[in-house]
């Protein structure tokens, strides 16, 4: 009983603090989003990725597949261009005719369609990246996840290699390398 | 007077700290300027992509509190505990860890003991929480407990501890009535070079560790470790001076191998010995009927265990796992010695289009040796094999999208005290929209009979009668049959906020055949000398009780530098007894775990490379183990001056200068919990 009384007073003093405490969470609005920095990852990716003789088209598409966790950190990288190239955006409620896009991020919503996005995909020249728990594991090329508040990322090379994409030593030695057994 | 003053204290430092943030740049903006970089941020974007890769990786984001994957999609009531929260907890042995996780009741008996518990039935040997090391049990089934005194390797090495509360007997098997602790340590990859640290406290007054780290050819990764520790003992209010002191030296190593793209290898093993003090009550036959001795406990052991994986193909693999251990105890009253060999298949492949199937096979031989020091306690058999046979199987579907997800599932198992086990369950998980998660389940469980249940011959101090003397002793039952639980849960995940997520639990849990001590006629007794009556004591199954309570758990992450958590727990439990029961002791039962916990948490990021986190805990009282109500505040400043070096100085238990948070029971004596101060240093080199 005695303890509540103390309790009600301790809650009535942080109370009064709690503005100051709204205050310091407001001002610090500096540090980045996840997926705006993520979004400048898939940009900088794109630079050291090479994919196989192209249409001769300028734009490189990035296709969403499934939720959209970026809303609006795209903008990031809308404007900026590679090798003379801009990037365009698809949003992609289904995993249809992916083979269209560069690159294409595959949202978490789409865990259970994986292995089957995974299979489509065979030997396609398509950057795949994801951010979920075992992504580059079960197929994905590039998948991203977080270390002590950063953002890191693991490259699956024998992805890599039969979706016919080289990729940059540069790029693999900052990676986490995931290994997996071929398909039969 | 000294609670109020520490209390004010806090509130200072909250708000001088509020101003500190506000008045001085956050690390990572310092840095930047000093690189005299453009700071990327919400001002300006496109900045980032100015960025080179390796400055990317550097740049501190803020996320919503997402929990992994697999945590935010757990049909359960599961909390993670992070090797970060580990490190900026302050606490330096794994029981008193298990207090960051809501729902667990930690009560500390003595210098090297502990009773917890999850959703009730707590006590020294709390017979209804599994725990496991990387897949291996440490769950004795001598009194259904866990000797949490020797599960102490470094706390450097672990990479999550994942707590489960409410029954998983379906994956996991009997004994995992109220809950599974599940500590998995680090792969060797992720250990490498090397690390020393040490440290001193008042309690701690050393504490060593050495581990290094390497690479073997390409494609193994390997690490070995040294450690030792000295505490002294604790406080106790009362007449004898506790005998609590706890030191011990371990080393281990870890080999992790990938021969090949789909294999993967592991090789651990660990080796111990050392002393856990205590103070315990002996039965005399002659005035005055009792003493207190103080047995400076040996103990020593190791283990030894081999993993194989493969990976089929995405989302396929299977896994066989081997283990042998070996623990030595040598109490005063009664030595254990005991070998257990384990073998765990499993597998598991998606299947009939939305399914996923995980099947598995087990195998384990555990086998005792127990030598009785004194007449009061033995074993009846002294010496026992126990085998345990056991398979499950479970089906995960997902519907609607990835919405829904249904998991059923069962395991059987065969136990040489009661025969084939079943434990079913059945799990439902509803996403209804992004960041909301719906889950309920309903469980059975089973607690199969520890060998002190069936077997055990204890004594306890004997009273005078007109002229008799009267020995009470408890006999172990070999009919003694499991315990059964059946459990219905239900919770609620969401991220209501950007940076705010909360986490909610309702359980009830139905208990049958919960073990209880029947008074029987007494007898005669000529040996030991002088002749006495036994008053026998026989374990017996004749209660049960409902048990119904609410888990709640909040993470808000204000800015970058600063994260708050806080959870609270209530727990109600009601016990009844059999018509035939003379148990009456066993309706108190719910006085053996508080009513209510809650703990709060600040993790404040300073300049200048400083830590500032404080924890605030507060644990109902135990009317069955006159224990109070205590509120406990742990302090902890930690500072990296250079990348690979961090000191730290933590503070526990600062409110009180001792208090109890756990009684004595028929022969150990508790004490009391003194306030810590501990420093550590940690280098990596």
Not at chain 1, 148 to 161: D, G, H, M, Y
Not at chain 2, 26 to 49: F, H, M, S
Not at chain 2, 426 to 444: F, I, V, Y
Request: some cysteine.
């Amino acid at each position: 009983m005695a303890f509540l009384n103390r309790a009600e007073g301790m809650f009535r003093k942080l109370a009064r603090f709690l503005p100051f405490i709204l205050a310091v969470a407001q001002a610090e609005g500096a540090s980045p989003s996840e997926y705006e920095v993520k979004a400048a990852f898939i940009h900088n990716f794109a630079k050291f990725v090479q994919w196989p003789m192209s249409s001769g088209s300028n734009t490189l598409r990035l296709c969403i597949v499934g939720d959209n966790p970026f809303a609006n950190a795209l903008e990031v990288i809308r404007d900026q261009a590679i090798d003379g190239k801009h990037w365009e955006f698809q949003f992609l409620r289904t995993p249809q005719n992916l083979d269209r896009c560069q690159v294409a991020f595959i949202s978490v919503s789409e865990t259970g369609k994986l292995n089957a996005i995974v299979e489509s995909l065979g030997g396609k020249p398509v950057l795949t990246i994801g951010d979920g728990e075992g992504f580059a594991e079960r197929g994905l090329i590039i998948n991203f996840y977080l270390e002590n508040q950063k953002v890191r990322f693991e490259i699956n090379p024998n992805a890599a290699r039969r979706a016919g994409l080289a990729i940059s030593s540069q790029l693999l030695k900052l990676a986490r390398i995931v290994t997996v057994g071929e398909e039969r | 007077m000294k609670k109020t003053r520490a209390l004010q204290a806090l509130h200072v430092s909250i708000l001088s700290l509020s101003f500190a943030s506000l008045a001085e740049p956050v690390r990572g903006e310092e840095e930047a300027q000093t690189r005299g970089e453009a700071q990327p941020g919400q001002n300006d974007p496109k900045a980032l992509t100015l960025l080179s890769l390796e400055q990317l990786m550097d740049v501190q984001v803020i996320s919503v509190a997402r929990k992994p994957q697999k945590l935010a999609e757990s049909a359960a009531a599961i909390h993670v505990i992070s090797q970060e929260d580990i490190r900026r907890s302050g606490m330096s042995s794994i029981p008193e860890l298990l207090r960051l996780a809501p729902g667990i009741n930690v009560a500390q008996f003595d210098g090297n003991k502990w009773a917890i518990s999850s959703r009730g039935f707590n006590e020294v040997f709390s017979s209804n929480l599994l725990v496991l090391v990387d897949g291996r049990t440490v769950y004795s089934p001598i009194f259904s407990g866990v000797y949490w005194d020797v599960q102490d390797f470094p706390l450097e090495d672990i990479e999550r501890i994942e707590v489960i509360r409410g029954p998983g007997g379906t994956l996991w098997g009997a004994n995992a009535v109220n809950g599974v602790i599940n500590i998995i340590t680090k792969r060797a990859k992720d250990t490498q070079g090397g690390l020393l640290t040490a440290g001193v406290g008042n309690i701690e007054q050393d504490t060593e560790l050495l581990r290094y780290g390497g690479k073997l050819g390409e494609s193994a990764h390997y690490r070995v470790y040294a450690k030792h520790f000295d505490r002294s003992h604790y406080d106790r209010a009362g007449d004898n001076k506790p005998n609590d002191a706890w030191n011990q030296t371990r080393s281990g190593f870890r080999l992790d191998w990938e021969p090949s793209g789909p294999d993967s290898v592991s090789l651990q093993g660990d080796t111990y010995a050392g002393t856990s003090g205590e103070n315990i009550n002996i039965p005399l036959l002659s005035s005055p009927y009792s003493r207190t001795l103080n047995d400076d406990v040996k103990v020593s052991g190791g283990y030894l265990r081999a993993r194989w994986q493969r990976t089929l193909s995405a989302g396929s693999d299977l896994s066989l796992q081997f283990y042998y251990d070996h623990t030595d105890r040598k109490p005063a009253t009664l030595e254990e010695s005991r070998d257990t060999y384990d073998l765990d298949f499993q597998h598991r492949f998606p299947w009939w289009g939305r399914h996923e199937l995980i099947w598995g096979l087990g195998y384990r031989l555990t086998q005792d040796e127990t030598i009785a020091h004194t007449f009061s306690t033995s074993f009846n058999p002294a010496s026992k094999a126990l085998n345990l046979y056991s398979v499950f199987v479970q089906d995960e579907s997902r519907w609607m999208g990835d919405r829904v997800r249904f998991i059923i599932g069962s395991k059987v198992e065969h136990n040489d005290f009661t025969g084939f086990q079943f434990q079913p369950n059945a799990r439902l998980l509803w996403k209804p929209a992004e960041a909301h998660t719906l889950w309920a389940s309903a469980s059975r469980a089973v607690r199969t009979p520890s060998r002190g249940e069936t077997a055990v011959r204890l004594a306890t101090s004997p009273f005078q009668n007109q002229g008799m003397t009267f020995l009470p002793v408890v006999f172990g039952n070999p009919g003694f049959r499991s315990e059964t639980l059946l459990a219905y849960e239900f919770g609620y995940r969401s991220e209501p906020f950007k940076n705010l997520s909360v986490d909610a639990a309702a359980f009830y849990h139905d208990y049958d055949h919960l073990n209880t001590t029947e008074a029987g006629n007494p007898y005669l007794e000529s040996t030991p000398a002088p002749a006495h009556f036994v008053i026998p004591l026989r374990i017996e199954n004749k209660s049960s009780a409902r048990v119904y309570g609410i888990e709640l758990e909040a993470n808000w992450r204000l800015n970058g530098n600063w994260r708050l958590s806080g959870s609270y727990t209530l727990l109600q439990m009601h016990f009844r007894i059999d018509p035939a029961s003379t148990d009456t002791a066993s309706l108190a039962r719910s006085g053996d775990s508080p009513q209510q916990q809650w703990q709060f948490h600040s993790y404040f990021d300073l300049p200048h490379h400083l830590n500032l986190d404080a924890a605030l805990y507060y644990v109902d009282r135990l009317s069955n183990q006159q224990t109070l109500a205590y509120t406990r505040i742990d302090l902890r400043l930690g500072w990296q001056p250079v990348k690979d070096l961090e000191l730290s100085l933590a503070g526990r238990n600062l409110l009180d200068g001792s208090h109890r948070e756990f009684g004595s029971n028929l022969v150990q004596v508790g004490s009391e919990v003194p306030r810590s101060l501990y420093a550590k240093l940690s280098w990596h080199f």
